[in-house]
């Protein structure tokens, strides 16, 4: 009989063991989908607290709050820029320059067009004033491209009464 109770209690201990062990698959899957409900609820969160800083724009808007600004149009200043850059004593140094005016306006670009080649004039003695040392940096190049902007802007309020241009590009930018 010893050997009966001893066989009769081993599937009896085995079936609490499972019924110990069931529960903790369940307690796991149930802590690993509070995780992911949570870590997706603070990415979403994350996200698009980001997204409203990421559309404040730098410069104000001159259309209104949730409307799409009107498509840029590029005009390009041909051909590229040469100028012979001021400075060194060790041989001529040579810029490059190709511009292009972004507006957003088409009758700005109609005055671009029509004023293009006192632009060019203006910039042309802009870009032969610089020095070759000080173009080595970006920084140098950002204030440049700041300077001929200003440039065109003044150029354009004299003759239309608006700025016109929105902003001023180097597509291509050589020094030797």
Sequence with gaps: MA???KIASKPKAEKGDKKAKSGKPLLTIMLVAVIAAGAAGGGAWYFASRAGTADKPEAPRTTRPGTVPAPAQYFALEPPFVVNLVGETGGARYLQVEV???TRDPE?????????PAIRARLLMLFAQQDAASLMSRAGKERLQSDA??????????????????????TS???Q
């Design 108 to 116: 700005s670009l109609k005055a671009i067009e029509l004023h293009a």
């Design 149 to 170: 902007l200003t440039e065109v802007k003044t150029l354009l309020v004299a003759e239309t009464g608006k700025p016109s241009a929105e902003s001023l590009l180097f």
């Design 100 to 102: 292009q005016l972004m």
């Design 3 to 5: 050997a009966a109770d």
């Design 173 to 175: 930018f050589v020094m």
